[in-house]
């Protein structure tokens, strides 16, 4: 999912907003407009989650979709809760800043006085953490093992990025990083001598009325919390449980469960209440009245977005929701506007005939050296993208041989090109990437009637991939009969041959299998 950055930013997923024009549209008519937009996303499973918007404190709209829980079938409601992931580093940051106001700490001291061991412990600020330029590894995580005898642990994330060398010399440049946030967590903890959700509770939470919001300890029940859930790879309208998550090792970057009115609360509050002094506000939010923070996580995504005096917060226990552009839509048409159109439609019915496009197809970024592919089948009556023997995602149709791929959000167009090139899919991803083309590999029925300068390259990256180079097709020699197997399991009827003879003999094995001509 595509993530937004601008240059004035703290976090990855804040940007500045321009002021907007008075809201146009209410009560009923807006309602509708909004649950209008909504409805394809639902349909499709790709929105599931509470919406919020308001003009100042009062609620403009504030509506529920979907299942809180789809494995026993409980409705979601406004007062449901969800991990809110990267919306977090702003209540740290926050925290950051109330330290200061207390003459706790310093923005510029440096970590060699909270951390001294840590690596170039002397060139890291507290700024540069806060601005993500201090060249702390994107690392949030540690390995996890189901037979662990002890938990995971804040103190374990931040050896494991000491002894991990640094992306960049500190403030030569600008990464995102949850690891630097981490660090700023472990530095709360060292100027308060406590854990960081009593500090946080305490001086933040608690004084702005937050009786929703709390970090998430790992294994602990939270009322009415949303359970993740993320779309099935071979059910169109199915869901599958979200990966388990360690919490203890998002502290400070990602560890906050909230619900939609406490959001409000703090989208209200930043810029303006007594936590911070108003200098304070203007120094850790560049804009406190435009902003918007978003975050994801296995299962969950969410903005805050506040322009001036509108605010919108998107909530999904949905890993593919849209809540960028549910967010700015809600804003748009509360002033009246029409929202950029969505990218997808409601499911479409099934065409008639998928058999042309089940096929294997030659994956763009795979090299002749490491050939890659993945594989199109028809399963339980719909088309299932597999990459090897795993299925990744189930194509939604969306119109005439257009499909959407859910867990990958990407819309494939498949095409025959008017020449006698080979068919292929297009794909073009809904974020930040660009449209790539795929072509179709021959089906192994079609291989003996093929043209021979096909079949090379097709010979010739299995070779390449299963034996050292160099190695040159010299000769031909009749074709045996193919069974009905994958391409990949072609290549691995090939590497098996290679791996069983020695040397030269390798090329006449493989030759009893492709028709080949001399190439270099």
Known sequence: MKRLCTIAFFACGTWILPRSVPAQLRGPELDLAIHQYLQPLVALRTFSGVILLARGDSLLIERAYGLADAEHSVPMT????????????????????RLIDQQALAIDDTLSRWLPTFPSANRITLRLLLDHRAGVPDINWLPYSEEASAPQTLAALIDSLARTPLDFPPGSARRYSNGGYAVLASVIERVTGEPYDIVLTREILHPVGLGNTRHQHDGELVPNLARGLMPSPVVSDGMVAAPYQAMATKTGSGSLVSTGRDLLKWSRAIGTHSILTKDRWRQMFANDSSFAFDGRSPGYMALLL????????????????????????????????????LPVVAPASPEDSTDQLVGTYRDPEGTSQSPRTFEVKRQHGHLVAY???????????????????RNLWTIATFATPASDGAPFVELKPLYDRPTFRAERIPSH???????????????????RYYSPPPRQVRWVEKPIALTDTSYDELLERLGAKFRSLPGGESERAAGGILRVTNTQ
Do not use: C, W
Not at 319 to 326: F, G, K, L, T
């Open 387 to 405: 990459r090897g023997h795993v299925p990744v995602d189930v194509l939604i149709p969306q119109g005439q041989r257009t499909y959407l791929l």
């Open 306 to 341: 506040r322009e001036s005096d509108l605010t919108a917060v998107v909530l999904a226990n949905n890993y593919d929701a849209m809540v960028s552009e549910i967010g700015g839509a809600l804003v748009t048409l509360a002033r009246g506007g029409t929202p950029k159109s």
């Open 445 to 463: 029925a079609q291989l003996d009637s093929l043209p021979a300068d096909i079949l090379v390259p097709i010979y010739v990256a299995a070779l």
């Open 78 to 97: 406004t007062e449901s809760a969800f991990r809110v992931a990267s919306i977090s580093k702003s209540f740290t940051r926050a925290l950051i800043g």
